[in-house]
């Protein structure tokens, strides 16, 4: 069989920053914490603990002195830096420039808002890393939503402001807005109080186009993503729904040879948080196996 990997997947520059901005750390051999997985893929959480990197919840930042932390490309919101200040925390921050950008945007948005009895709805997983920094520039008073159900905590009889997390689906993005706007009409209310953002980074929409065409010119595809990772769920469905023959997988221990029968291509692509060191591991494994009949 013939196996590719897809050269537009692979990390992100906001992820690769954070990897290489933790390498630099450990490098001098210094006690490294990071606070949550510094990207959603186990595999190289994994490695990145072998070279001594500690991955620490916020319970346990709160019990730390004089050390150092590094702030993942997610994003952190307020209170995790004036928790630094008050522990004598020293903060590598390896946040991504896109969600500072958006952090930035959303506290705006929220003061405008304040003055006008407004709401600040955000698109996003909750509880996701990325989303708690974007809540937490309101204090948390944002709105979360993932599903129509989600859009009844809004009232739209007032002023509604709406972002994406960053790393969201496109087609999802506009899809709710869709929704929000027909709710606004209903409601006997007009657009103009509807401030709709598409904040989504260009960088992860751009490759559902890509990997769509990736996925058309393979038998087979293994997408390789953590379980984890919001952006690996919506890129997946962006893949299996060009080719039913796709598989998510986290590593090569999960591959099944019966995928193959009757391939003679293999594509190998990935969400923007899976390393490309995992994907040649993957297509190195793939390519073992041989044609199957």
């Not at 007009?190 to 929409?205: G, K, M, W, Y």
Request: charged residues 20%; negative net charge; proline residues 3%.
């Amino acid at each position: 069989m013939e196996v590719t990997i897809d050269k537009n997947s692979g990390y992100c520059f906001g992820v690769e920053f954070a990897i290489q901005m933790a390498e630099d750390e450990l490098a001098q051999g210094q006690q490294l914490y990071c606070l949550g997985d510094i990207v959603h893929n186990r595999m190289e959480v994994e490695r990145l603990h072998q070279k001594g990197l500690r991955v620490i919840d916020r319970e346990q930042l709160a019990a730390l002195r004089d050390c150092k932390v590094l702030i993942r490309a997610h994003g952190e919101p307020p209170e995790t830096y004036a928790l630094a200040l008050r522990n004598n925390l020293e903060l590598i921050d390896a946040s991504c420039p896109v969600v500072l950008k958006l952090q930035n945007r959303v506290k705006h948005a929220f003061d405008l808002s304040e003055r006008q009895e407004g709401q600040i709805v955000i698109y996003g997983q909750p509880g996701h890393a990325e989303v708690a920094g974007l809540a937490g520039q309101t204090g948390d008073r944002a709105l979360i939503v993932m599903t129509e159900a989600d859009l009844d905590q809004i009232d739209f009889s007032r002023p509604v402001t709406l972002f994406s997390q960053t790393t969201k689906s496109t087609a999802g993005f506009y899809k709710m807005k869709a929704l929000m706007e027909a709710r606004i009409l209903a409601a006997g209310g007009t657009l103009e109080s509807f401030d709709a953002n598409d904040s989504i980074c260009r960088q992860v929409s751009n490759r559902e186009p890509q990997l769509a065409n990736f996925a058309t010119q393979h038998d087979v595809v293994l997408f390789v993503s953590g379980r984890k990772s919001s952006n690996g769920k919506a890129l997946f469905s962006v893949v299996n729904g060009v080719n039913p023959r796709s598989y998510f997988i986290e590593n090569e221990a999960e591959i099944q040879g019966e995928w193959f029968v009757g391939a003679a291509s293999v594509g190998i692509c990935g969400a923007t948080s899976t390393p490309l060191w995992l994907m040649r591991q993957v297509a190195d494994s793939v390519g073992a196996l041989g044609v199957v009949a």
